[in-house]
């Protein structure tokens, strides 16, 4: 394990939409270098920076042409290597954006491997041996390409998924792992690595990390093998180097060599995080339609037993060897401002940095960026409209680019109120103080970093609260609109270290105000 990811609080960037600083209406890594320290600010020590290499933007870069070759709309190869120096020189750590599962139909490798006799990369990609062959429930695209066969796509159309091999081929074109075109392919992904990983970056959140080997067990067991081959090359060659999944299974996915993996709602999940801030359902115009059973809505019909349930399997089966992260919200969820007050979402933030693992804080999300109804862009649709420009300042699109308004990447948002840095940087009881404050006391206790000291005290589905120790610290966070009492160690000792809102704990009980959250320190 990397020391640096035990203390770790991650800041994502989408970078086109954090700041502008060349007027051309989309983010840039200069952007991202002149707000090092206001994320700094925050307490957030690493980034995340979603895809920023070569690409037709199909799927807002998630679809790579050259894996080697920064987006010249983001700045060149050195002006991200300036990012990682001016990073590192701030103790923060820099995971790029590893697309591993597919590339864009633009790719070389895709051109070549398309043609009649594709000279090199003929089993780059996973081609069926006929052109009118494919199987039921795999993704195939049939009749664009030269080669007269059918090739899996693992995504949008545009992304064709590269070949590591079928865990137990059943017909002649699905080629084993060991064969030597999926074997190139998994040298070629290693070697995309080193060459970042040399140039500076501290490790990859890695796109769909379980997704490589096709025709894999329930277990995932191939896609698991080649991820432990590569966990081993970077324990030999970069031990200071972080992997984390976008696998959103935690018990495979560490088992598998990543180092921390996200705690997601995809399959074989069960909603576990969803139930948490967004237990509803979206209308295909992105309005939220019937009930909000979300346990940190106030008026909800709470259930913490979901989330509880879920994570405590998926944690106890990893706690030595790895990290859960969980998130504010990322870029393919719907911000929780979409559904949440402010009132709501302090309390929320105040679970998410006072739980184990390593936690991940979404850009705008620290402000409560509103989720904005927007047309779609680089294939994001509904994803979209939590792809808005970040909100700065008062004044010409909101401080993020000096373009004109109608040039801008996508709209910023246009409500009167729309939340500010500037604004809440000067209210000592804005969403954006209280996150600072609370990632404080996350660096303040090491009990309450990813160390693996959690135990739940009280969840008891449709009761309130929600009670859970950190070692020596004790936590209980009520969202209801009503107050609640659970019993808690006898131990604890005076008035809450931090809290939001009204709550006491003694006498082996503690009180909880509607909406409050507090930290108390167990006497020895
Ligand atoms: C997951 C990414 O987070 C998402 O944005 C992307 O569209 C898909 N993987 C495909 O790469």
Not at 403 to 417: F, M, N, S
Not at 429 to 448: W, Y
Request: hydrophobic residues 40%; negative net charge.
């Amino acid at each position: 394990m990397p020391e640096w990811l035990n203390n770790a609080i991650f800041y994502e960037i989408y970078p086109q939409s954090f700041l502008d600083t060349n007027g051309d209406g989309i983010g840039d890594f200069e952007g991202i270098i002149q707000k090092l320290d206001y994320i700094n600010g925050l307490g957030c020590n690493a980034l995340w920076l979603n895809p920023c290499f070569d690409s037709p933007f199909k799927d807002a870069g998630y679809d790579v042409r050259d894996y080697k070759k920064t987006a010249p709309r983001y700045g060149t190869n050195d002006d991200l290597k300036r990012l990682f120096s001016e990073a590192h020189k701030r103790k923060m750590r820099v995971l790029l954006d590893l697309v591993p599962g597919h590339t864009s139909e633009e790719h070389q490798w895709f051109i070549e491997s398309s043609k009649a006799c594709p000279k090199e990369y003929r089993d780059r990609y996973i081609w069926t041996d006929h052109c009118f062959k494919t199987t039921q429930g795999i993704g195939f695209i049939a009749g664009e390409a030269e080669r007269a066969a059918a090739y899996i796509i693992n995504f949008f159309k545009c992304q064709p998924a590269l070949n590591y091999g079928w865990f137990k081929p059943a017909e002649n074109w699905q080629l084993p792992m060991d064969h030597p075109g999926p074997a190139a392919t998994r040298e070629a992904l290693k070697d995309i690595m080193r060459f970042w990983l040399d140039a500076g970056c501290d490790g990859f959140r890695v796109d769909m990390a379980m997704s490589l080997v096709k025709g894999d067990d329930g277990e995932r067991s191939g896609t698991s093998m080649l991820w432990r081959d590569i966990r081993a090359m970077l324990d030999r060659d970069y031990p200071d180097a972080a992997i984390v999944s976008e696998w959103s299974y935690p018990k495979q996915a560490i088992a598998a060599g990543f180092h921390a993996d996200f705690f997601l709602d995809f399959a074989p999940n069960s909603g576990g995080f969803k139930s948490l801030f967004r237990d509803y359902e979206l209308t295909s115009d992105n309005v939220i339609s019937g009930e909000d059973k979300s346990f940190f809505k106030k008026g909800a019909k709470h259930n913490i037993k979901k989330f509880v349930d879920e994570y405590i399997y998926h944690y106890e089966a990893t706690k030595h060897y790895g990290y859960i992260s969980l998130v504010t919200g990322n870029h393919d969820i719907v911000r929780m401002r979409g559904s949440l007050s402010t009132e709501e979402i302090a309390l929320a933030y105040a679970f998410i940095f006072t739980m184990p693992g390593v936690p991940f804080l979404y850009y705008g999300d620290e402000i409560g960026m509103r989720y904005i109804n927007v047309p779609t862009k680089e294939g994001g649709y509904y994803r979209t409209g939590s792809r808005t420009p970040m909100q700065w300042k008062a004044g010409a699109n909101l401080g993020f680019s000096a373009a004109a308004a109608d040039k801008l990447y996508l709209p910023v948002d246009r409500a009167a109120d729309a939340p500010t840095v500037e604004a809440q940087e000067k209210d000592p009881a804005s969403l954006l103080n209280t996150v600072k404050a609370l990632i404080a006391l996350r660096r303040a206790e090491k009990d309450l970093g990813a160390l693996p000291n959690f135990s739940v005290i009280y969840a008891e589905s449709g009761r309130m609260p929600f009670v859970y120790r950190r070692g020596s610290l004790l936590v209980a966070v009520n969202p209801s609109g009503e107050c609640a009492k659970a019993a808690v160690p006898q131990t604890i000792a005076g008035s809450p270290l931090y809290a939001i809102g009204n709550c006491s704990a003694a006498n082996g009980e503690c009180s909880m105000d509607a909406q409050s959250f507090g930290v108390w320190r167990l006497a020895q």
